[in-house]
Structure formats: C-alpha cells, structure tokens
C-alpha cells in the first residue's frame, strides 16, 4: 500500500521534473539559456560601445562591466568566438562583422524601448533604463521594426544617444562634453549620459533637460554653474563630464528672444516658434491636438487663485496649462 | 523590385527630415483648416464671446472663483437637502401604504406570518426605503449638477482646483470625477477614464469615495437636522443643515487631497503628468436634454443598481430582527457584542451592525438604526420629529455630541458599498487594488473616529 503510495509520488515528481518543455528541468534549462544570452549580448554592447570610442574591449574592461571574475569571463569569450561574434587580438577582443550587427540590433532595441517607456508609456527618465534593459533582449527583428514604424522612426533616445537604423548606421552627434566647452555663446544639451545612474539622476535632479539652451557662467575646479536665463543649474564637474552640448544653429540663434509660453504677461499676445524637443509622443501629439503648432497666435487670459495653471487663447478656444508644460512651448513676444 | 527601391528611397530621405516635420504637417493641416473656415464661416460683432469672456474671469478669478465655487455647492445641496425632504415623506407613505395593503392581503389568504413578514417587511420594505429615500435627492441633485455640466461650468472648477491635485500628485480631471462622485461613487469610478495616465487615474479611483455620495447624504442630513440645526426652525434650519453638509463635503475633499499625496508619496510614486485641459465655450443648457441625462441616465439607472442591493439587504435586516436569541433578537445580539469597539470609535455597536448591513447599499444605515434602537421588527423612520429623535438617541441611547460628530465622519470616510467596489474592479480589473480601495477607506475611517474620539475623552468632551 505505501509502496504504490510512494511510487505515485515519485511518478508525479518525475513528470513534474522531465516532463519536455514544462517540466522543472527545461524550465531551467530555459532560463539558463535566456540568461547567458542576456549575458553575449551584453557583453556585444560593451564591446560596440568600446569600439565606437575608438579603442578595444579587453577581458578586463568586459569583466568590469558583467560584474563576473576574468575566468568566466575568458570562458564567455571563448563561447562568443566558437559562435563568431568576435576574436581575439593579443589582449584585445574585436567584434566580427557578425557580432557587430547582433550588437547594433541589441542597441537599437534598448534605445527605441526607452524611447517608447518614456514618450508613450510616459514613465519617469529615471526609471526607463533599467526597465529598456530588462526588455531589450526579449525581442526580434520583425518586431522592432514595427515598433520602431510606429513611433515614427525616431533618430535619437531621450537622453539624445543615436538609435541606430535597421540597417545599423548611427546618426552622427556632434556634441561634445560640458567640460570640453569653451564658447561664450549659448549651447542646446544634445546628450545626457544614462550611465552610471546615480550621475544620470542627479543632472536631472538639477533640471536640466534635452534640448534645454544653456550658457556656462561659471567653471571652477569644484563647480560648474549653468544658467538658462531664468534659472541657475549648478553640477560637480564629474557630473558635468556627462553632459553633452553643441552651439546653436544660426536659425536657432535667429529665434533668440524667444521665451516660454508661461513668462508671457496677463493679455501679451505671443506667436509660438517651436514646442520644446524634450516633449515627444503622447504629450506632443496631445500639445499638437489642441492646436499649438508653431505659427499660432496665443496669449494668456485666465488666471486663477493659486496663479497656476493659467488658461491661454489659442485658436479660439481656451486651453488650460500647468507651468510645467507652458515651460515645453517657446514663443515670441509680440 | 521597384518597390524594393522605393522604401530604400523613402529611407532614405525619412533619414534627411527634420525632427520637427510633425508638427509642420499638423501646422499644415491647421493652415488649411483655418482657410477653408473663413471662406465659409461669417462672424457677427461677437457679443457672445465677449460676454463668455467676462464670465470666465469672474468664475475663474483668484478673488472670487473659489467662494463662488463654495456658494454653488452649498445651494445645490440647500436645494437638496430643502426640496428632497418634502417629497420623501410622500412617496414613503405611499409606498408603505401599498406594503401595508400587501401584507393585509397575504393576511387574508392565510399565508404565514414569516412569509409575509419575509418578503413584506424584509425585501418589499428593504426596496421603498432606498426609492423614498435615494430617489427625490436624486431628483434634485442630478439635474442642478447636470445643469452645471452642460452650461461649461465644471471644466472651470478642474481650472480652479489644480493647483492643489498638482501638490499632491494627482491630475486637476480628479475635481471632476469627484463632483460626479457627489451623485454616485460608483459613477465617479467610472468618469475617472478622463484621465489619461493610469497612475493618476487609480489615485482618483482610490479616493474617490472621500467625496459622499447622494446615498449617504441622508444620514448626513439627519445627523446635521437633528444635532447641529437642533435649536433653529424651518428656512434657518434648512440653511444650517446645508453648511454643515458643506463642511462635512469640505472635510472629505482634504481627506482625497491626503490621500492623494500619500499615495503619490509611496505605492504610487511618480511625477504629474501632462496636464492640459480645454475649456469650452458656455452653452445654453438644452432642458430636454438635461431631464433626459439626468433622470434616465443617471437617476434610474443609479437607482435601478440600489434597488438590486437593497432587497437581498432588506431580507437579512428582517430575518436579523425576527431570528430571537433569549429574550430579544439576533440584530440586537451582534450589536452587544460590537458594541465595546463601536464605543471605542466614540460610535457604539448599532451603528456598526447598521454599517455592516449597509455594505450594499449606505441608504439603510439610518433606518436600520432606528429599528434596532426601538426594538422595532422592521426598518422604521424612528420617531416623526426632530426633538423625539434627538430625545431618542440622547436619552434613550447615550449618544452624545461626539457620536453625532464621528458617525459623520464614519458616513464621509468609509468603505465604498458594495456597487462601487464591484465598479473599482471592473475598472482596475485589479483584486490588489479594489481591495486596497477598501482597506485605505475603512482604515482611515477607523483611525480618524478613534483619534477624535480619544482626544475628545482625554479633553473631557466625551
């Protein structure tokens, strides 16, 4: 009686356990599987990444990044160049054209994810990295590209990284870091570093944001003071490094005196130039519904108790705004 | 082949394009929309507009948009709380005319007494107290609020109130799911789909419940009649019952505002969203239109739901007080045994029972009450007179000044009825969250009836 008591359980706990493609041991196996894919692929964007900088990835810079020790790592090596997605020169690790192309996919699929977290999903910048990392290996050629027609084809990730084309060319930036800046002039933020995040958080802690036009007051050994002409920004020169900015075009100059739709006076009839480039998908689709477009006429009429939001004619019809969004809308005094 | 070409080529030049031609190609169509209107459309000297424009600055003006905001509410409940008791007490002594003449019948065909009892004063009664009770302040409520609706007026209340639901997180939209929440909590649930971020929107549906809805205005009145206005009479009583409905709607519009920012601050952390709103032009209320929204769409269907909870509601009540239990009844029994936590709360055990019963729907909380405090074996409206319920409760019971302050708060905070929550999940399609909805409001309502009531004690009050 126990025996045929027993032998039931240990029937059900070997189909529970080998049972092909749902059983514990296939489970694992898929696991296993999903995460030293996770693991080549991150181990391809290092490497593109090194190599975009001009230089090489070595077994040490690759540990460093996966957080795992040299001998695992040399043994993931050796795994990526039995399946030809790089080789070794010397101490040197270069991708093959093969590698190169699985590490663009992965790259791009990480910053239209992002794209998409933050512009349609409208989830904090701070939150969407990690989020983008988790989903950037769960997806497929097909699948991007329809993901990528149905934002529009976007060019740049919102902390201004390029997203590369499905055919892998990379947008070129002409940004330089905050440190190497010299000008007087004013500069527009083209590129925010994502990484490390603690560095990424604190810049936006700070306020600044993509496509904000800045100008340098102050560089010191200990500080760097930015102001946008209302605001100053302050950052640590680390902080700083991260920063990307380019000078203005001279049709960008041309609009100078443009000011945000919100530092209109009561009645102060504006005609919008632009919506700020930090306001993309829903929310710009939303600005765009509404009709403001650049080349409309509008002016603030409304103002309640608080003073905020403030409701403004554009149009003919009357549209409410809090601050924060009357700041994404440049206009030009009239 | 050639179409091969033609995506290479549409690549390619996509590659060229400006980041901005969106907005050229809506600027585009804007452009040419704006032509063809005024080739077709011929404007008069606008009076209108101008007349539209002095309105919005007197109803949106930092000086007086709130206090006319706050005169606006307080009418429209005055008007409910005025008009709806007069048409009560009719429909109620017809309708209880008509259970009377039932039970006469079932009386004459010999049909046993727990029979009739069952279904004449359990479920039939059960039902005319929601329809006598809910019905006329919905009458009243839902048309002066849709009036405010059609004319353009609510919009301008989400203008003048965002400033708050900014500070704590939540979306300007939120006032006007609330204001919905004033005739059904169930409703308010379901406008919050106004609000586009979900994040924003399950902040709304949390807390919408803060905002008593027309089935708990009756124990809100009552409690204001009979306690608050006690020593005045007739149009000053009415007045003074109003106010501190108003003030008791105030109090829950701090509670939503709370919660909001509680929420904000940790389950549901995030930044605000987005916020744009159009204010459109005022409109002439269309009266057809009105009555049509109001008393179909809103007043019977709202009903209709409360109907469907009260019978099964109106048959527990009835066997509750029939089942006996020594020498007096189950009802009473549970309400003993509640009572040293009901007590706690500055409230006592019947009005928990009462509470409990009225998960399904808030309308029979105060007839209920009566019922168990008389011994009655029915749902009764207690004594007629305000000076004999007063009398009743004072005396007979131990209710003081706190326990018609906390039962108020108790009717403001709880948790939703049963229609609400069932609304909160159809609307979540979320278990975690529907039953977080109840939790937040139970909870806050047990916490903040035991603190008044604490401290009332420790003051020497209670």
Known sequence: MSILVWLIVA?????????????????????????????????????????????????????????????????????????????????????????????????????????????????????????????????????????????????????????????????????????????????????????????????????LRLGQVIRLIEKTPTRYVLSDGENEFRLAPSIAANVHVAPLSETEIARKGAVPLHMLSDGQKGEILLLDESVQGFTRRRFLDLGLTPGALIYPELKNFFGDPRAYRVRGTLIALRKEQAAQIWVKPL | MEANEILQKAAQLRSGLSTSFRDEIVKSLYTEAETIARRAVKSAADRKYDFDQKIDRLVTSPVFGLPIMLALL??????????????????????????????????????????????????????????????????????????????????????????????????????????????????????????????????????????PCNGRFPTLIMLSTVFVAAGFSGFTASVIAAASVVVVVMIGIAFTLLMSWLLTKTMLKGEASAFTLELPPYRVPNVWRILYTSLIDRTLFVLWRAMQTAAPAGAIIWILANVPVGNSNLAQSIADWLNPFGLLLGLDGVILLAYIIAIPANEIVVPTMMMVYTGASMMIEGPSGNQEIFNLLVHGHGWTMLTAINLMLFALLHNPCATTIITIYKETKSYKWTILSVVITLGTAILVTFLTATVARLLGWG
Request: glycine share 8%; with cysteine.
């Open chain 1, 11 to 207: 029937t059900i706990g070997a189909v529970a356990l080998f049972f092909p493609g749902y059983g514990g041991l296939a489970q694992f196996a898929a696991w296993r599987a999903m995460r030293q894919r996770e693991l080549v692929e991150d181990a391809l964007k290092h490497l593109l990444d090194r190599e975009q900088e001009g230089r090489h990835a070595t077994p040490q810079s690759l540990a460093g990044t996966l957080s795992a020790n040299l001998a695992q790592t040399i043994k993931l090596i050796a795994q990526m160049e039995s399946q030809n997605l790089v080789e070794s020169r010397g101490n040197e690790i270069h991708l093959t054209p093969e590698g190169e192309r699985w590490a663009l996919h992965i790259v791009r699929a990480h910053r239209l994810w992002e794209r998409y977290l933050a512009d349609e999903a409208r989830m904090p910048l701070q939150k969407i990295h990690s989020e983008a990392h988790k989903r950037e290996h769960h997806i497929s050629q097909a699948e991007l590209d329809a993901l990528d027609a149905a934002m529009g084809y976007p060019t740049y990730d919102p902390h201004g990284d390029p997203i590369p084309s499905r055919e892998g060319k990379i947008p070129t930036h002409r940004a330089i870091p905050l440190t190497a800046w010299q000008a007087e002039g004013p500069a527009r933020i083209l590129h925010i570093e994502d990484e490390p995040a603690i560095a990424y958080e604190q810049v936006l802690a700070a306020g």
């Open chain 2, 74 to 211: 307080a009418v429209v409940i005055w008007l409910t709380v005025s008009g709806a008791n007069v048409v009560s007490d009719a429909i109620a002594s017809l309708l209880f005319w008509v259970g009377d003449q039932g039970r006469a019948l079932f009386h004459a065909l010999h049909i046993p007494w727990w029979i009739t009892g069952f279904l004449w004063d359990g479920v039939y009664r059960g039902l005319a107290w929601v329809v006598s009770v809910m019905l006329p302040p919905m009458m009243i409520f839902f048309p002066a609020f849709t009036i405010l609706e059609d004319l353009g007026y609510l919009p301008r209340v989400a203008f003048n109130l965002d400033w708050l639901y900014r500070k704590s997180g939540a979306h300007g939209k939120q006032a006007l799911t609330m204001a919905m929440g004033f005739g059904c909590n169930a409703a308010g649930v379901v406008s919050t789909r106004i609000i586009d971020s979900p994040r924003e929107r399950l902040i709304a549906i949390l807390t919408n419940n803060f905002v």
